[in-house]
């Protein structure tokens, strides 16, 4: 019998964590990607009482996030005794940065005496480790990659910013709240002539994130993003940022002519 | 006979500076807004050695930079004596953040003995003074302000960022190369449900800009562009971003129910 539970949003995370032996944590209302007929818990966000019950009921030990969630919205009337209780503290850390509200959540995993484990202690092939270099940059593109950690450090302080592009040596955009497909998107949109080099797409946790949280991820449709955006490619954290479904990943970088480097 | 030259980009400011009394200096290619009728050298960016001895011979003492310019391309054949001996200066600049580049020109015309004024030294009736306020932001706007402010601080350092919008504490956009309208209309293309309050729009010249050039500039199309992306209102630099048609600005800020402040 598992003792892994995956608290579940969408994407291919979720599935690569747990198969079909885990056990999946869904919430109503909020789409969620899991295997069909794999074991699962439909939550709400109103009642963690009952959640954290049920998860003690199946015998669970350690629970890891995996997958987007979107933000969910309360119905004040539905909430259980537990969840009225850390209104509050929910409220309060809504209203901070990305990583407040989700930092609460996990200390509520912990203090309900659940192990929480983060996707790339499950699972450390999702990683890559230090130097990798699939296809080659050149000096712009490094150039490019220096800048756009320079760019990631100075938000990192403000806990914001995952990713940014550079091209060029200018910025064409920064990572906020709508998340890496919509950045891409949005550089794609960008006027040609914006762009005097083929730009770069660096992707790092914020410095000091705990990377049970929100981990950075890639995976084949990041690289058909980057492609669409006409970028050079992508510089990502070494041991810091999961790459999903890598062989697909590594056709895409090939289809397209793109290099993926790790910092 | 005028002494003042407006080297003229696309927008309201040129023809707010100089009327039909300055010399508008436009750049062929380069997409420029003057006043009909107006006196007009037509310089290259490949001879700025000929556009100096226009500026010299047509008695020329003062220059300000106006309005929105594309980042030229240089047609290396074309190039006067005096520009290809500046090259290397100019390309290394372009290189650097979008503040590197406009300071090459900057100190440029001063090394050749032209005085450069700032569109806020010529007309100071273009920028607002302290503690304006049209119209009332909430708590959650004052909060949303100080957030984009910090924000901005942040990346002041890295010569990056005049602009960015701010929702219930949450960043949902930074200004980079595209500039405001661009980022506004990002804004508006976001999903509503990340929005958990109606959001600012905070509008500051990078720490220690030189006000002189690429000065922060609102209109009425940045506040229709504000409503459009269904912000609450704009938060703005006391004395350091122009407000061009500040009546029609006025009128679309009430139109839309909008909030105006500077800080």
């Known amino acids: 019998m598992t003792t892994l539970a995956i608290i579940s949003g969408t994407g291919a995370l979720p599935a690569t964590l747990g198969g079909t032996e885990a056990l999946y944590v869904t919430f109503s209302g909020v789409p969620a990607d899991i295997p069909a007929g794999a074991d699962r818990i439909e939550a709400r966000f109103e009642q963690l009482g009952a959640m954290f019950d049920a998860l003690r009921v199946a015998g669970i030990k350690e629970v890891v996030l995996a997958g987007a969630m979107s933000r969910p919205s309360f119905d004040p009337a539905a909430l259980d005794a537990f969840t009225a209780a850390a209104m509050p503290r929910l409220m309060a850390a809504m209203g901070g940065g990305d990583d407040g509200l989700l930092q609460v959540v996990m200390e509520m995993f912990t203090d309900q005496g659940f192990v929480l484990k983060g996707a790339h202690e499950l699972r450390p092939d999702l990683v890559l480790g230090v130097a990798v270099e699939i ?28 990713g940014c592009v550079v091209a060029g040596g200018l910025c064409l955009g920064i990572e906020t709240l709508q998340g890496t497909d919509f950045l891409l998107d949005t550089v794609a949109r960008s006027a040609p002539h914006l762009k005097r080099a083929p730009g770069v797409f660096v992707k790092l946790p914020k410095e000091g994130q705990d990377l049970r949280a ?18 050079g490619g992508v510089a990502i954290k070494a041991g810091a940022v999961l790459v999903l479904e890598r062989g697909l990943v590594e056709r895409a970088l090939a289809e397209h002519g793109l290099f993926l480097v790790t910092l």
């Open 214 to 231: 929100d981990m950075p991820t890639i995976g084949p449709d990041t690289i058909a993003a980057v492609a669409r955006a006409g970028l």
């Open 135 to 162: 296809g080659a940059p050149d000096n712009q593109a490094r150039a490019d990659i220096a800048r756009g950690q320079e760019i990631l450090a100075a938000l990192s302080a403000l806990d914001l910013g995952q």
